[in-house]
């Protein structure tokens, strides 16, 4: 993609989050009555953008993307949002940009964590795209199946798929950070007996899985990356957003 391209794109994000902004303080014109569920749609688009087409290591993409994502948080607390599948999956999507936050706080610190941080940011961007998947599919089965597939779109169903998605994250994330820092000094030299030697043997585990992981990850995400654009293009490019997921 060209730098004009990106610009383009830049500016959509910034538009969308700013205009999100504006009515969500009242400050929308004509004094008409404001519906939550487009800004929403517009959220769900503008992560789309930032996953699959902006680059991740982009500090003002990341920015305007946890941005928009504090607006979402705060917008799927309203009494007029129900609780459905695809608001849970879109309030963790909004929660994943929490990393980016605490990845900006690492840094802010004295002590040098850029280790952790770049580890953080990775995170956010499978977190992202895990969710992104989940709303994918949820849409392809509304279009494909509404009714045969109303049992799979429920709350509980989306809660627990957060919950495998957020234990498989931070799991990638534990053992990458473990095989990275073995053998620093803060590592388990310092333990005293039988500490030292299991958390020797639990760095070294980490150390022979990091690369395999790693290269899952990447055959995982590109796939992911590949499933989202056919979806994004079938099903919410051609059909309207409001009839394949429903914010509401």
């Excluded at 060209?2 to 400050?27: A, D, E, H, P």
């Excluded at 234990?167 to 990638?172: I, S």
């Excluded at 992981?213 to 919410?236: E, M």
Aim: glycine share 8%; charged share 10%.
């Amino acid at each position: 993609m060209n730098k004009q391209s990106q610009f383009l794109l830049l500016f959509f994000l910034c538009v969308t989050v700013f205009s999100s902004i504006r009515k969500m303080v009242g400050l929308s014109p004509g004094g008409s009555q404001w519906d939550p569920r487009s800004t929403l749609r517009r959220y769900l688009l503008l992560k789309y953008l930032q996953v699959l087409v902006l680059p991740s290591g982009n500090t003002l993409v990341s920015s305007l993307g946890m941005l928009g994502s504090m607006c979402a948080a705060l917008l799927l607390r309203l009494p007029s949002v129900s609780r459905k599948a695809s608001t849970v999956l879109l309030s963790q999507l909004a929660w994943a940009d929490g990393l980016v936050l605490l990845c900006r706080g690492l840094a802010a610190l004295p002590v040098a964590m850029e280790g952790l941080g770049q580890g953080l940011l990775a995170a956010n961007g499978h977190a992202s795209l895990l969710f992104l998947s989940c709303l994918s599919l949820e849409a392809l089965l509304v279009t494909l199946c509404p009714v045969e597939s109303r049992g799979l779109r429920t709350a509980s169903f989306a809660r627990l798929a957060s919950t495998v998605i957020w234990v498989a994250v931070l799991g990638e994330l534990a053992v990458l950070q473990a095989a990275d820092y073995h053998g620093d000094e803060l590592g388990p030299t310092s333990l005293p007996g039988e500490a030292s030697h299991l958390a020797k043997l639990v760095f070294q585990v980490c150390q022979q899985v990091a690369p395999l992981l790693r290269i899952l990850s990447h055959g995982l995400g590109a796939a992911l990356w590949l499933i989202n654009a056919y979806v994004h293009y079938t099903v919410f490019y051609h059909a309207p957003l409001r009839r394949t997921c429903s914010f509401h």
